[in-house]
């Protein structure tokens, strides 16, 4: 059996989550001032959380503008979630920005194939070959005639998901040894 060590991470300080976040969101210094300035506001609503920050940050990377960001600011600051059970703050504001991440997909091929991740167990590796099969089966991406149709869709998806840090690259490999098992 294989063992993983369990390291517990902390908030980030403000100016770590800030950098992780300006790193995952590509800012860099020829972006404008107004822009940061924005950004950094959106920054602080993940509080710090390294999985907010990550997957916020990877899905407004290709926000250009002043005003693309202060919409998403105050987008994330009227979001609210439904009671989902002994919850703390830490995790709802973690879940809010993972919802926005979703919410800021661009395509319904990603928002579906995300969705079936989300139906497998947390920590459980999926197989590349079972998202196709379901995908197939219940037509997510509309009548295909092919099961390669498929697959080309499932697999652009993953690689999208995985860009936006949505959805993990798991360590243990396919049948085939082409890499291809995902975790969210």
């Given at each position: 059996m294989e063992c993983q060590v369990i390291i517990p991470m902390d908030v980030l300080e403000s100016d770590e989550a800030w950098a992780l976040f300006r790193m995952k969101a590509k800012l860099n210094e020829r972006v404008s001032r107004d822009i940061l300035e924005e950004a950094?506001?959106?920054a602080k609503e993940c509080k710090g959380l390294p999985v907010a920050i990550v997957t916020l940050a990877a899905a407004l990377k290709s926000t250009k503008t002043r005003k693309g960001w202060e919409v998403a600011r105050k987008k994330l600051e009227r979001s609210r979630l439904v009671e989902i059970g002994n919850i703390g703050e830490e995790e709802k504001n973690a879940y809010l920005c993972i919802k926005m991440s979703y919410e800021y997909l661009k395509?319904?091929?990603?928002?579906?194939?995300?969705?079936?991740?989300?139906?497998?167990?947390?920590?459980?590796?999926i197989k590349v070959e079972d998202l196709v099969l379901y995908a197939w089966g219940l037509e997510l991406f509309g009548?295909?005639?092919l099961i390669g149709e498929v697959r080309i869709q499932v697999l652009e998806a993953i690689d999208y998901l995985k860009d936006s840090c949505l959805l993990l690259e798991d360590e243990v490999e396919d049948e085939d040894g082409d890499g291809g098992r995902y975790g969210p």
């Open positions: 950094q506001k959106v395509k319904e091929t990603n928002k579906k194939c995300f969705l079936l991740c989300g139906l497998y167990p947390e920590d459980h590796s009548k295909a005639d």
